[in-house]
């Protein structure tokens, strides 16, 4: 059936505009059908093959469903312990000045067990780019609650929905280490629809050129959606995500070139 | 007049088929197969022949399985 529409002049090498990175193993990505992992790693990849530094990147890999980044990203990966790639990340820059490093770790790993971790490598200044991705659950483990997750957001360990009283306030981490001096770039970002993606590359683009300068952590936090720890369709999860995570965890810059920007009124809509 | 012509190429056997580029592209020139591949997802395909080659869906598919293509093509 698709052939019938084929345009096959136009279907010529020279004309291709888009296609996945090489930098991406040929594959196919273990995670869930419209997680937000496939997307990150494939924009992560392409900056790289942009700024052409695959063969000088480090990433860390972190515990959860993302453990696996390793099996995809074509570059030189490490396994961490639970929440203590910050740790090996800082290890690694200071062994290798020169190298470009990177954590790419879920809200799990760097916001429960690994917040100590991550404030004190943040506060140190350490030079490498923390991407975070946040979708408000422990996605791989089956959809516990985390400190992220929203207040009257149900999941499987508070099956009458998060009660700030008893279970704390969801932890906005990105918010909490712009405050420290060591954060040079902070923002959040997200995923979901194809002008946000082009921000999220973006900051990625910005994130490692500010390593080539010396001046301290990049943070990047990805607002994703989980579809089967949230138990929606991927397309409902999206918007479930826009509705709800996007108020609590506002997307743009926190902090740029050092300087906290002022929160401006933000626009999460898709198309904007 | 030149126009700008797009079509789109997609890898049917790594599809996981979760509609996120259907609601991404402005033209609807996806749509789900009936049929299932061998994971047995239902795949995306094309389903006209609109494709401006914006690349938007291509942007939003988490597992990059569509490669896009563009061209000035002049209308006879």
Known sequence: ?272 | MAKIKGDIVINVERCKGCEVCLASCPTSVIGMAKEVNSKGYHFAIKVNDTCTGCMNCALVCPDGVITVYRAKVTAE
Request: a neutral charge; glycine letters at 8%; charged letters at 20%.
């Open chain 1, 1 to 272: 059936m698709e052939e019938q529409f084929a345009k096959l002049d136009i279907r010529k090498d020279e004309n291709i505009v888009y296609k996945r990175t090489p930098l991406l193993v040929d594959r196919p990505l273990s995670y869930c059908p419209g997680c937000g992992h496939g997307t990150v790693h494939r924009m992560l990849m392409e900056t790289l093959e942009e700024m052409d530094i695959q063969d000088k990147t480090i990433g860390i890999s972190p515990v959860g469903c993302s453990v696996l980044a390793y099996d995809f990203l074509n570059i030189d990966m490490l396994g961490a312990a639970h929440g203590r790639a910050p740790a090996l990340a800082t290890a690694i820059k200071r062994m290798w000045p020169d190298k470009f490093v990177f954590t790419y770790q879920g809200d799990g790993d760097l916001a429960a067990i690994g917040t100590a971790e991550t404030i004190h490598a943040c506060n140190r200044g350490e030079n490498f780019v923390i991407i975070f991705i946040n979708n408000g659950i422990y996605g791989m483990t089956g959809g516990q609650m985390a400190p992220t997750t929203l207040p009257g957001m149900r999941s499987s360990t508070s099956p009458y929905g998060r009660d700030e009283k008893t279970m704390g306030h969801p932890l906005r981490m990105t918010e909490l280490v712009a405050q420290l001096p060591g954060t040079y770039f902070v923002t959040r970002q997200a995923v979901h629809t194809p002008n946000h993606v082009r921000r999220t590359k973006k900051a990625l683009r910005k994130a490692f050129e500010n390593q080539k300068l010396n001046v301290g952590i990049s943070f990047i936090e990805v607002v994703s959606n989980c579809n089967s720890g949230w138990k929606m369709t991927p397309v409902n999860s999206n918007k479930w995500m826009e509705d709800n995570m996007f108020p609590y965890y506002p997307l743009g810059d926190i902090k740029v070139d050092g300087k906290i920007v002022e929160p401006k009124a933000v626009t999460a809509k898709a198309g904007e």
